[in-house]
């Protein structure tokens, strides 16, 4: 929402007199598209990098603050999170060499942020889509950026929704929680490039942008998990929507758009559309100290700002986003693809960037008024389909059924070599960045596989939480050197002293947990212990809470113990630890109590349980 003071609009007047700044900037855009008074000729790139910060052994960091006083430069700002920052970078005319110097600028960009990192604490900093180490109880307001305006987006998204925020994602995993803030929305950190259109272009290639996203999305997917769980390939979009969904349970009934969506239909009269329909969905939700008129600007020779319509923006989330500006009284217009995740690497970024805006360029003539050739549904569901799916995805693209990596491999990369070429972007470039791409195709890499293949190879030797802090730390390590993922060998456990978590107890406990109810009878729980070779049980009551737990030892004559119920038998005295709690104390608490397990308790949820057998495994 921009750096300017934002207030939550409370009654009917200051509706009133936002709508009519609304109304006000619509109008003026409006003369503006009529008159042809933007910018042409010239085409123009730019990026803004989100980045994630951790502490020394991998885990979020919250001195966001401190690092970007640190920094010192106007390139930074804040994001949502304490977590993370963003560095804006600087246009640059579309040819040439723009793309390597997009490269030399970013990693300039992001070895200052390394620098004030690590002098803050030994932090670091990291390109993902959604970090590896992130626990639920890093995602409260408390965590949120103490800034007016994003206290101000979650009070009223709150306000208008009513009720707790929910998040149910379900891939190979499945996560269903209930959340207080939007905080979750910032999980997930994104490299959103922008391309400079002409105003005559504009319909034709936003709808393109529109129609290649799920193809496009589906060669770059870098964030298959949260919260440990494996959901899907690019989880950000799912999470996006629902952590900061405003309808409520009426307002779903009446259909009424999500403020994350991937858009209703194809533009096909005026580019004018797509802000309209966002005045017309959406109510306002806050307001600024507005001054002027837009229109009486025009009537000076003065390009407008239009704030009122960036302010009504900055509460939705379209994933290719038509973007006005205006610099030295010269506007333009752009497009702003939102759905890149940060990472694996800077070399990958950059040739995600290239190979979506070579992809634009290269748009075939026959797929102008691309509504005669495509519906529009086909376009959302690829999209949808490549969140889900990534490189395993199978297309409806123009009718015809085709596998992400051949549409990618024999269609989009000819066509963007060809598009970049005749903007006369250097053929080394175009040769490098897209070769890049190229590899990852054949090498069936992208770093969602790269993450999940190592997740999965590590979780065979590791707990699932140390598996999330070596995950971070390879990809550390790899970013460091700027390897594009292709060239990424798989994570494995560290030979030499460990970095992880200074011998905390998420490093040996067990993550793969039975319970059972307790109204649960013992004859079936007798069969679970004995089916899964399990010593001990966790007992929950009807809210999904630990009310005790069941050990073998207690239970040694299991027959007599048939006809009661888990609640009748379980230990209800129970002690219980958290996941950073060291293992030596882990260790005492148990030996203190005479136990033989401690059920392990995060965010008053069971995450893992630490067994005497768990112990005696480490060397």
Not at 274 to 281: E, I, P, S, Y
Not at 453 to 462: H, K
Not at 510 to 520: A, K, R
Not at 551 to 573: P, T, Y
């Amino acid at each position: 929402m921009g750096s300017q003071s934002v207030k939550p609009i409370t009654n009917k007047r200051e509706r009133k007199e936002f709508v009519n700044h609304l109304l006000n900037d619509i109008e003026a855009l409006d003369m503006m598209i009529k008159s042809d008074a933007f910018e042409k000729g010239i085409q123009r790139i730019g990026a803004e990098q989100e980045l994630c910060v951790v502490d020394k052994y991998y885990r979020p960091s919250f001195n966001a603050l401190d690092i970007l006083d640190e920094i010192n430069d106007d390139h930074y700002t804040t994001e949502l999170g304490l977590f993370n920052l963003e560095a804006n970078l600087d246009p640059l005319e579309l040819k040439g060499n723009c793309f390597s110097q997009l490269e030399k600028d970013l990693c300039d960009l992001i070895d200052k942020a390394n620098k004030a990192a690590q002098s803050i604490d030994f932090n670091k900093i990291i390109l993902t889509g959604i970090l590896p180490t992130f626990k639920r109880k890093d995602l409260i307001f408390e965590n949120m950026t103490p800034f007016q305006r994003y206290k101000v987006l979650n009070d009223v998204m709150r306000k208008v929704r009513g009720n707790d925020f929910r998040v149910k994602i379900k891939g190979v995993d499945e996560l269903i929680l209930d959340h207080d803030s939007i905080l979750f929305e910032a999980c997930n950190t994104s490299f959103q490039v922008h391309l400079q259109i002409d105003l005559e272009n504009i319909i034709d290639q936003y709808n393109w942008s529109q129609a290649i996203a799920g193809p496009v999305l589906s060669i770059m997917t870098n964030s298959p998990m949260l919260l440990g769980r494996e959901l899907w390939s690019e989880t950000r979009i799912a999470v996006f929507q629902q952590s900061i969904d405003s309808r409520n349970e009426s307002h779903l009934l009446r259909e009424q758009k999500a403020r994350v969506n991937f858009g209703n239909d194809w533009i096909r009269d005026s580019i004018l559309e797509v802000f309209t329909d966002d005045v017309a969905r959406y109510a306002p939700l806050v307001t600024a100290d507005l001054k002027g008129n837009p229109i009486d600007d025009l009537q000076n020779g003065i390009k407008p700002e239009l704030k009122a319509i960036g302010l009504h923006n900055g509460t939705l989330y379209k994933w290719n986003r038509v973007c006005y500006g205006v610099h030295k009284n010269i506007a333009h217009l752009r497009i702003e693809n939102r759905y890149i995740p940060s990472g694996p690497s800077i070399k990958d970024e950059i040739a995600n960037a290239m190979f979506w805006i070579g992809v634009m360029l290269g748009m075939p003539d026959d797929c102008k008024s691309i509504w005669e050739r495509m519906a529009f549904k086909d376009a959302k569901g690829n999209f949808i389909k490549a969140a889900r799916t990534g490189m395993d995805t199978y297309f409806n693209w123009f009718g015809k059924g085709i596998s992400a990596k051949k549409l990618a491999r024999k269609v989009l990369l000819p066509m963007a070599y060809d598009g970049l070429a005749k903007a006369k972007v250097n053929s080394e470039d175009i040769d490098f960045y897209l070769n890049i791409i190229k590899h990852r195709i054949d090498k069936n890499t992208s770093g969602s596989k790269w993450l999940v293949r190592s997740s999965r190879l590590l979780q065979d030797t590791v707990s699932r939480e140390e598996a999330n802090i070596l995950l971070t730390y390879h990809m550390h390590k790899n970013q460091q050197e700027n390897l594009p993922v292709s060239e990424w060998e798989l994570a494995k456990p560290l030979t030499k002293e460990d970095v992880s978590s200074n011998n905390k107890v998420h490093k040996v406990m067990s993550t793969q947990i039975f319970t059972v109810d307790e109204h649960d009878a013992m004859r079936l729980i007798k069969n679970v212990m004995q089916w899964k070779d399990i010593h001990h049980i966790p007992v929950i009551n009807s809210k999904n809470k630990i009310v005790g737990i069941i050990s073998a030892s207690d239970i040694s004559d299991l027959d007599k113990f048939d006809d009661l119920s888990a609640g009748e038998v379980m230990q209800r005295e129970i002690k219980t630890a958290n996941p950073e709690m060291l293992i030596e104390e882990a260790k005492a608490l148990m030996l203190k109590h005479n136990i033989r397990c401690l059920p392990i308790i995060d965010h008053d949820e069971l995450v893992g349980i630490l067994t005497k057998t768990d112990l005696e495994k480490i060397k």
